[in-house]
């Protein structure tokens, strides 16, 4: 039996590196890493980057009574009378009797007051006895003149006699005629003791009491009454209103209106315009408006607050006027473009290209480009379109 030998000049040791030996695992989580760590640096640079300007702001104000509903204009006044006076007495005195109190009916003529009047009766007593005194002379002193003229036609008496009895008798007649005059001023002095109802309407106010002095406004002075009662005539109510001037080219005079008192919320009235005051308030920028009461109502009252809604007409629609609005000056810049006011959004400082207007004070009037409750920039140099600002408080 024959026994081979193994060839062991083929056996070699690799000296080389081992192939890597891959991680259990480990492949899906190097592009995790990979976009976590793009994340983070992209958050670190907003973090660290520019911070936002601190600005101080300042609110634009709307001016004027009127603002431009989806129906209509609306403005806020109050209910008046057409018709009212303060009445008082025509001479001074002391007062004696008083008719009337808050809430009295009273018609025109009628006396709701009077005055001590014993020397005004006195007066005219005396004015009417000196007046008939001389009635009697008078007719004695024609008597006697005709007695001259037939006397004088048989020559008996002389020429001078004659002129002398008709004389005395055109003397008397014009001394009766002043009597009669003053007769008629002691009546009138008289009647003004009685303080009357100047129309129909119904008392407001008493203003004052029996045995106070009162006079005429230009003779009051001191504790002197210059007013007995305060009437108006309450069919003639109507509402006066200031509506924004920037708004008054949309009302005209018979525009139907819709009334809402502050009393009564939940119920409305109808009206019309009656008047557009032709002037307007330089202060207030306002134009009043006065509107008639259609719906007769005794709960409305003098001096309710009201809101009047001016209602617009399909037919006569105009377009909205641009609202009017006032800012600070130092919220303006100017430049070639024009005239602009930085505004505050989001966080954002954002440019409003604006028309102006008249300068009040340390305001502008601003006709076109913002509309009122924006948040405008004071310190706006160097600021650019939609930079990050954050608004200083304090």
């Known amino acids: 039996?024959?026994?081979?030998?193994p060839d062991l000049s083929r056996l070699r040791i690799d000296r080389g590196d081992p192939p890597p030996t891959p991680r259990r695992g480990a492949g899906p989580w190097i592009?995790?890493?990979?976009?976590?760590?793009?994340?983070?640096a992209i958050g670190a640079s907003l973090v660290l980057g520019p911070r936002p300007r601190e600005v101080h702001v300042?609110?634009?104000?709307?001016t004027g009574g009127g603002s431009v509903t989806g129906a209509g204009i609306t403005a806020n006044g109050y209910v008046v009378a057409r018709t009212k006076a303060s009445v008082s007495a025509k001479i001074p005195g002391r007062m004696s009797y008083l008719g009337v109190g808050e809430g009295s009916h009273v018609r025109r003529g009628q006396v709701i007051a009077r005055?001590?009047?014993?020397?005004?009766?006195?007066a005219l007593l005396?004015?009417?006895?000196?007046?008939?005194?001389?009635?009697?002379?008078?007719a004695q002193a024609r008597r006697d003149l005709e007695r001259s003229r037939s006397l004088r036609a048989s020559n008996v008496i002389s020429d001078a006699e004659l002129e002398s009895a008709t004389t005395r008798a055109s003397t008397l007649a014009a001394q009766l005629d002043e009597q009669r005059a003053q007769v008629a001023l002691a009546r009138a002095n008289l009647e003004n003791t009685n303080v009357r109802a100047p129309f129909d309407g119904t008392v407001?106010?008493?203003?004052?009491?029996?045995?106070?002095?009162?006079?005429?406004?230009?003779?009051?002075?001191?504790?002197?009454?210059?007013?007995?009662?305060?009437?108006?005539?309450?069919?003639?109510?109507?509402?006066?209103?200031?509506?924004?001037?920037?708004?008054?080219?949309?009302?005209?005079?018979?525009?139907?209106?819709?009334?809402?008192?502050?009393?009564?919320?939940d119920t409305s009235f109808a009206g019309r315009t009656r008047q557009v005051v032709p002037t307007a308030d330089r202060q207030k920028a306002t134009v009043q408006v006065k509107v008639s009461i259609l719906d007769r109502d005794p709960r409305i009252l003098p001096e309710m607050g009201a809101k009047v809604e001016f209602v617009r007409e399909t037919s006569a629609e105009r377009a909205v006027a641009a609202r009017r609005v006032l800012v600070p000056s130092a919220a303006v810049t100017q430049d070639a473009a024009g005239?602009?006011?930085?505004?505050?959004?989001?966080?954002?400082?954002?440019?409003?290209?604006?028309?102006?207007?008249?300068?009040?004070?340390?305001?502008?009037?601003?006709?076109?480009?913002?509309?009122?409750?924006?948040?405008?920039?004071?310190d706006p140099a160097g600021l650019t379109q939609g930079a990050r600002v954050r608004v200083k408080t304090g």
Not at 1 to 5: E, F, L, N
Not at 58 to 62: E, N, R, T
Not at 235 to 253: C, K
Not at 348 to 367: K, M, P, Y
């Open 204 to 265: 407001l106010r008493k203003d004052a009491e029996v045995g106070e002095i009162v006079a005429p406004s230009s003779a009051g002075g001191g504790l002197t009454r210059t007013a007995i009662a305060t009437m108006a005539d309450l069919g003639t109510l109507e509402v006066e209103v200031d509506v924004n001037e920037a708004y008054i080219a949309q009302v005209h005079s018979g525009q139907a209106c819709r009334i809402t008192l502050d009393a009564y919320p």
């Open 115 to 122: 005055l001590e009047s014993g020397d005004y009766r006195a």
């Open 31 to 40: 592009p995790i890493g990979l976009g976590l760590l793009v994340v983070l």
């Open 58 to 62: 300042a609110l634009a104000a709307a």
């Open 339 to 378: 005239a602009r006011v930085w505004v505050v959004e989001d966080g954002r400082a954002l440019a409003r290209t604006v028309d102006l207007g008249a300068t009040r004070g340390d305001q502008v009037e601003i006709r076109r480009g913002l509309n009122g409750g924006e948040s405008v920039v004071l």
């Open 126 to 138: 005396a004015a009417r006895a000196a007046a008939a005194a001389t009635e009697v002379q008078l």
């Open 1 to 5: 039996m024959t026994t081979s030998t």
